[in-house]
């Protein structure tokens, strides 16, 4: 009777904290059906999807993995190609990092002060940007794993 209990008890725990530890277990750890939510407010001037393309901002698809600045016909700023070129990938961590301040990401990424992006943009919670990055992460074919 213990066993079965200990086992019982054991099953039901798995059963609890399994969706917990998938969600942690992609790259940034947020939740893509929230971050899809959030992600209303950056549609304006990014696409994701079958249909995407190339807005204001870049089209979004396959992000995590892509060097910055790397997507055809999209002109970007001198900052973001340079941060490329000196060999920013996209990650779902890195995503994240660069919704909190675009301009400060870069210029702390480039170790220049005048750096700049176009997007200005800013997502104050961190957890929102967590969010966002993992529901941009779901139109990845790349795995989602961080920098």
């Known amino acids: 009777m213990k066993f079965a209990l200990r086992t019982l008890a054991m099953i039901s725990a798995t059963a609890l904290l399994a969706p917990m ?4 277990s992609n790259g940034g750890g947020g939740d893509p059906e929230q971050g899809q939510k959030i992600f209303k407010r950056c549609a304006a001037c990014h696409k994701v999807g079958d249909n995407a393309k190339n807005a204001a901002g870049p089209l979004l698809n396959n992000v995590i993995g ?36 675009p301009k400060k990401f870069l210029q702390e990424y480039l ?36 920098e």
């Open 66 to 101: 892509r060097t910055a600045g790397s997507v055809e016909g999209f002109k970007y700023s001198k900052s973001m190609v340079a941060a490329g070129e000196k060999g920013l990938v996209w990650s779902e961590e890195s995503i994240a990092a660069f919704l909190e301040n």
């Open 21 to 24: 530890a998938m969600a942690a």
């Open 111 to 146: 170790d220049d002060p005048k750096a700049k992006s176009r997007m200005s943009v800013k997502i104050k919670k961190e957890e929102d940007r967590r969010n966002v990055a993992a529901y941009i992460a779901t139109y990845s074919e790349a795995p989602a794993a961080s």
